[in-house]
């Protein structure tokens, strides 16, 4: 499985290619390894040699076999004053296969010579010719087998093996954690990012917001941002057009009994002159200024748009003691009490304009729902913080919300909560709630009143979308 991932593909490659690297450095090491060994006879057999003549060839043949096990090779031949003359000798055990001359070998011939050493594990007796050092003669000529030089051109060998291993490892490792870290850990970044939007695409919190710092990742950030913010708003005006759709056969209807109405109102006040018109005019009015309504709500929620919000620090005691001002003003004479149970000291994160909104929609509908009764009635609105998030909570004493509206609760033009209601507010306030990754949720209703909560997260982990 993980050589199957990015990292661990790019992991294998870098191995590979150090390897590769550690070959090409390897061929031409091995080539100047046996070189340098084979240089090193030739030195080692002058010497022996050198002091060969300086005894005046005066040395017995204990000696002689000293010298040259010593110098490693079986004969030595120095050419001196156009003259070739075998210095030391020994019996060869077989006839010479090969024959090296080192003074003029190129590149190639030295590479293509040490990897036929190599591959060939019978030992032979090779002839190497060189020159001397600090020009002791024109020529020197040594007789050797293959077995000692193949030998430690395996040890070699090994040794670099062993020492590239190391590298390709160490390389492999620092390559491997900076790749993970500056591109792997951004591409998982960008996956999850993905993963979380699929799973609520309505949270507007989970827009990718670009971080990377490599140009092309965060290229790729930015156009996953644009796309993600154009699907938010296309599926929100889809799911708006779908429930406009399905409301427009049922509006069509009502819509056309109360134009009816109103037609029948205006044909009798054009043709008679009865003092009942007096008394049909306010129906008529009633009935246009209803038609009206229905058209302009239907509208505006088929176009509207909301925006992203914008999260920003404040306090809900002063939002909610805004919303409960305007509603007291729009009480009027009748008997409905408020009270807030806000901390004063509580911060919260969310759009001003967006919560307001909401617990706007919330405590109007509560207002409604006790103004139809003709009794007393009071709207609490609560706030408190947990580990999770906030929470606020609007209750009320009223009647209770009727089945149908607890059956469709949240749909437009289905989940009124009150008679003539066309039940936008609570899909708006829904909107905009899920907008910031939480959730509306009614809690409770009956004949001793109905409470909403508003639940809004402090991470992206703790959203949910549950409205039951």
């Known amino acids: 499985m993980f050589l199957n991932?990015?990292?661990?593909?790019?992991?294998?490659?870098?191995?590979?290619?150090?390897?590769?690297?550690?070959?090409?450095?390897?061929?031409?090491?091995?080539?100047?390894?046996?070189?340098?060994?084979?240089?090193?006879?030739?030195?080692?057999?002058?010497?022996?040699?050198?002091?060969?003549?300086?005894?005046?060839?005066?040395?017995?043949?204990?000696?002689?076999?000293?010298?040259?096990?010593?110098?490693?090779?079986?004969?030595?031949?120095?050419?001196?004053?156009?003259?070739?003359?075998?210095?030391?000798?020994?019996?060869i055990p077989s006839p010479i296969q090969a024959t090296f001359d080192l003074r003029h070998a190129s590149a190639w011939e030295l590479i293509r010579d040490?990897?036929?050493?190599?591959?060939?594990?019978?030992?032979?007796?090779?002839?190497?010719?060189?020159?001397?050092?600090?020009?002791?003669?024109?020529?020197?000529?040594?007789?050797?087998?293959?077995?000692?030089?193949?030998?430690?051109?395996?040890?070699?060998?090994?040794?670099?093996?062993?020492?590239?291993?190391?590298?390709?490892?160490?390389?492999a490792l620092l390559l491997f954690l900076s790749v993970r870290g500056f591109l792997v850990a951004p591409i998982h970044r960008l996956v999850e990012?993905?993963?979380?939007?699929?799973?609520?695409?309505?949270?507007?919190?989970?827009?990718?917001?670009?971080?990377?710092?490599?140009?092309?990742?965060?290229?790729?950030?930015?156009?996953?941002?644009?796309?993600?913010?154009?699907?938010?708003?296309?599926?929100?005006?889809?799911?708006?057009l779908a429930q406009l759709g399905g409301a427009v056969a049922r509006i069509s209807h009502d819509l056309r009994n109360i134009l009816t109405t109103a037609q029948l109102f205006a044909d009798r006040m054009e043709t008679s002159k009865d003092p009942a018109v007096q008394r049909a005019a306010p129906k008529l009015v009633g009935s246009i200024s209803r038609a009206v309504s229905l058209c302009e709500s239907t509208l505006a929620f088929g176009k509207a748009e909301e925006p992203a919000p914008r999260l920003e620090r404040l306090q809900p005691a002063s939002l909610v003691n805004d919303v409960i001002e305007s509603e007291r003003l729009a009480v009027g004479d009748a008997d409905i009490s408020f009270a807030e149970d806000v901390p004063a000291g509580m911060i919260l994160r969310a759009d001003p304009e967006q919560l307001h909104r909401v617990i706007s929609n919330l405590v109007?509908?509560?207002?409604?729902?006790?103004?139809?009764?003709?009794?007393?009635?009071?709207?609490?609105?609560?706030?408190?913080?947990?580990?999770?998030?906030?929470?606020?909570?609007?209750?009320?004493?009223?009647?209770?919300?009727?089945?149908?509206?607890?059956?469709?609760?949240?749909?437009p033009f289905q989940g009124g909560t009150r008679k003539g209601g066309s039940g936008l507010g609570l899909a708006i306030s829904l909107e905009l709630v899920r907008g910031h990754g939480g959730r509306l949720k009614l809690l409770r209703t009956g004949p001793e009143g109905t409470a909403f909560s508003v639940f809004l997260p402090k991470s992206i982990s703790q959203a949910g979308f549950d409205e039951t």
């Open 364 to 411: 109007r509908n509560a207002r409604q729902a006790i103004l139809a009764t003709g009794k007393p009635g009071e709207i609490c609105v609560s706030a408190e913080e947990h580990d999770e998030g906030w929470t606020l909570i609007v209750a009320d004493t009223g009647p209770g919300l009727p089945p149908k509206a607890r059956e469709y609760l949240f749909q």
């Open 193 to 240: 990012g993905m993963k979380s939007y699929a799973a609520a695409p309505e949270d507007a919190r989970r827009i990718i917001a670009p971080e990377a710092k490599v140009l092309e990742l965060r290229e790729a950030e930015e156009a996953l941002q644009s796309m993600q913010t154009d699907l938010t708003s296309a599926l929100r005006q889809k799911e708006r």
């Open 5 to 91: 991932s990015l990292s661990g593909r790019f992991l294998l490659l870098t191995v590979a290619f150090v390897m590769l690297a550690e070959v090409l450095i390897f061929v031409p090491s091995i080539a100047r390894f046996r070189e340098d060994f084979l240089l090193s006879r030739l030195e080692r057999a002058q010497i022996a040699s050198l002091a060969l003549l300086a005894t005046e060839d005066m040395i017995d043949a204990d000696l002689e076999a000293e010298l040259l096990e010593n110098a490693g090779v079986l004969n030595v031949v120095l050419r001196r004053d156009e003259m070739r003359q075998l210095i030391l000798s020994s019996p």
């Open 114 to 171: 040490a990897l036929a050493c190599l591959v060939d594990p019978e030992p032979q007796v090779i002839r190497v010719i060189g020159e001397p050092v600090r020009e002791a003669g024109l020529l020197i000529e040594v007789t050797m087998t293959s077995d000692r030089l193949r030998m430690e051109m395996m040890d070699y060998g090994l040794r670099i093996l062993l020492l590239s291993a190391v590298i390709s490892a160490v390389t």
